[in-house]
């Protein structure tokens, strides 16, 4: 009886024990209590050393969770400390800007207005070019003179992830995004949508979507001649009205009854959003940018670009339910781009995907309008500051025109002041101030300085045309014969330009 007693004792105690971790003495009774001291206290020693030594199952995964992760850090630590060490090897023969260890060079860019201007004098202090790091461990040579860009541009490299990942759930891996056989195939279906003959009904309508904006803009000055105009977005209304017109058939009336405000607006938000985003060390991680307020804001205006983009896209395919043939649709106006998107195939007659074609119509939304409307802001706040210029373009274009109103194709041709002041402007205010590539071998440069690689490099077009040691006096208005030589622009962006002056 004792026995039991016992046993039962020891179960109830020992859990008692482990719960509470408190002093037991034996309950046997008194008439046994002489034999089961000895036992009872052996029991409690036992219970005592099993509830001390044996820890919880919990506490040992939390143990060996701990490990691992410390295991992981270090080796983490090590593998990125080794990572920084190579890329300084690398770069040991392109000086640069002092960075930190961690941070890099974000910390020395005070805010993103100063950005362009402390290149710039990191660009005199490092000719040619010279490293930034964006973070401890993300660097980019940065080129800033035009014999380097001239070795890179000769390659054929592809664009550099870094600098595209953050446009790619806005655009799309498009024409601008994309590379290798995939841009190849776009670039040779898409091709004919600007040929001289597609490009020239354009004329008059985006010179219809000018006239909107000036009529606008003189019922506001008669309103109040002494008050200030903020032109960006009557700019940026009047480029996206010509680009749906003109690429897409598709008459918005958004200078109107400013319905695709919001469009606009989402688009100079993704804009910011994706700069800001390419120049923070914390924003690289997709899964830290998705739970910030910036990565909210970007979801929701890419969100609004695609809901806008779409309804273009399934307009013009109900419209083309009778008429799905190419030479139909010649044969009743010219062909445009999203006609040549929805009806171009290839040599084996694979056409583009949904998704490949929404990539293309929000690469040309985004790009037709916004780069655009920059370019020519641009341009008008240069002729302002250069009233003898303005002068000698307007009287050039009253030369041409004569007694017509209309501006026509072939006038285009004939602004050679025009067209080099158009470029000037791009000069001095590069809508795209930088591009970026991704090396697909090493490159060398004239200099003798070496790249591996995979090594992302980019090219400060807006540096290259204030560099002290290109241009005489960088940003003054420098003679033209320079600047047909040097300046980059697009074909179509002077189109706009010409136009609008």
Not at 67 to 72: A, D, R
Not at 79 to 93: D, I, P
Not at 133 to 141: I, N, Q, R, S, T
Not at 208 to 235: G, N, P, Q, R
Request: glycine letters at 4%; hydrophobic letters at 40%.
């Amino acid at each position: 009886m004792c026995k039991q007693q016992r046993a039962g004792d020891y179960e109830e105690k020992m859990v008692l024990r482990v719960g509470v971790y408190l002093p037991f003495s034996c309950s046997c009774s008194s008439r046994c209590k002489d034999v089961c001291d000895l036992h009872c206290s052996q029991d409690c020693v036992i219970v005592v050393f099993m509830t001390e030594r044996m820890p919880s199952l919990s506490s040992q995964l939390l143990l060996v969770c701990a490990g691992f992760c410390l295991v992981y850090v270090l080796m983490k630590s090590i593998q990125l400390y080794f990572k920084r060490q190579a890329l300084l090897k690398v770069l040991e023969s392109f000086p640069g800007p002092p960075s930190h260890w961690l941070y890099g060079n974000v910390h020395q860019i005070t805010s993103h207005r100063e950005e362009l201007k402390i290149m710039l004098n990191w660009a005199e202090s490092y000719p040619y070019a010279y490293p930034r790091w964006f973070g401890g461990f993300v660097p980019a040579l940065i080129i800033t003179h035009p014999d380097y860009a001239k070795t890179l541009f000769g390659r054929g490299d592809p664009k550099a992830d870094v600098s595209c990942h953050s446009l790619v759930p806005w655009i799309g891996r498009g024409l601008l995004l994309s590379s290798g056989p995939k841009w190849y195939q776009h670039r040779r279906l898409l091709t004919p949508a600007f040929h001289y003959d597609i490009l020239k009904p354009y004329v008059a309508l985006i010179a219809e979507s000018t006239k909107v904006m000036l009529d606008k803009w003189e019922k506001l000055i008669a309103e109040d001649s002494t008050k200030s105009l903020e032109m960006f977005d009557h700019v940026s209304l009047m480029t996206l009205d010509s680009i749906m017109k003109c690429a897409f058939s598709y008459k918005s009336d958004c200078q109107a009854d400013r319905k695709l405000d919001y469009y606009v607006k989402s688009v100079s938000d993704l804009t910011l959003l994706v700069f800001q985003r390419a120049t923070s060390f914390l924003f690289q991680s997709n899964l830290i940018y998705q739970c910030t307020p910036s990565g909210r804001r970007f979801k929701e205006a890419t969100r609004l670009t695609h809901q806008h983009t779409k309804k273009v896209i399934e307009e013009r395919k109900k419209s083309l339910q009778n008429e799905r043939e190419l030479e139909k649709i010649k044969k009743k106006r010219h062909l445009d781009f999203l006609d040549i998107l929805l009806c171009a195939k290839d040599e084996n007659g694979i056409g583009l995907s949904d998704e490949d074609i929404r990539a293309e119509v929000d690469t040309f939304m985004f790009a037709g309008h916004d780069t655009t409307a920059s370019g020519i802001s641009w341009l008008l706040y240069a002729m302002a500051q250069q009233p003898e210029h303005q002068e000698r373009c307007r009287e050039e274009i009253k030369d041409i025109l004569g007694d017509r109103e209309d501006i026509q194709w072939d006038d285009l041709g004939k602004m050679t002041y025009t067209t080099m002041c158009i470029k000037e402007s791009l000069r001095l205010y590069s809508p795209v101030p930088v591009v970026s590539r991704q090396l697909s071998k090493p490159i060398t440069f004239f200099d003798g300085r070496t790249l591996p690689e995979g090594f992302p490099v980019a090219v400060a077009i807006h540096i290259i045309h204030q560099n002290p040691s290109v241009w005489q006096d960088p940003e003054g208005w420098l003679s033209f014969h320079s600047s047909l030589t040097c300046s980059i622009a697009l074909a179509t962006s002077q189109l706009y330009d010409k136009l609008l002056l």
